[in-house]
């Protein structure tokens, strides 16, 4: 199980939020970090990775309704 935490106070309720990771692998620490942003009254408006290896498929495990950018895509 996927879990994130933030403090309190770390997500002003009605923001747009930027998520940035290093790596998008599996999705589950997008999709952990998305819940928990709109579980505080944010917006996620999109998403951006360092690096994600687009053949393990992670962008339909994180969250399918926001945009995900990479820097760098891996096919193989």
């Known amino acids: 199980m996927d879990v994130s935490e933030a403090q309190a106070d770390a997500i002003v309720?009605?923001?747009n939020v930027l998520l940035v990771d290093d790596l998008l692998v599996t999705g589950g620490t997008l999709a952990a970090v998305?819940?928990?942003t709109e579980k505080a009254g944010g917006d996620v408006a999109e998403a951006f990775t360092g690096?994600?290896?687009?053949?393990?498929?992670a962008r339909k495990t994180s969250s399918e309704h926001i945009p995900v950018y990479s820097l760098i895509?891996?096919?193989e």
């Open 34 to 36: 998305v819940r928990l």
């Open 51 to 57: 690096m994600e290896p687009t053949y393990l498929r």
């Open 13 to 15: 309720p009605g923001s």
């Open 73 to 75: 895509s891996v096919n």
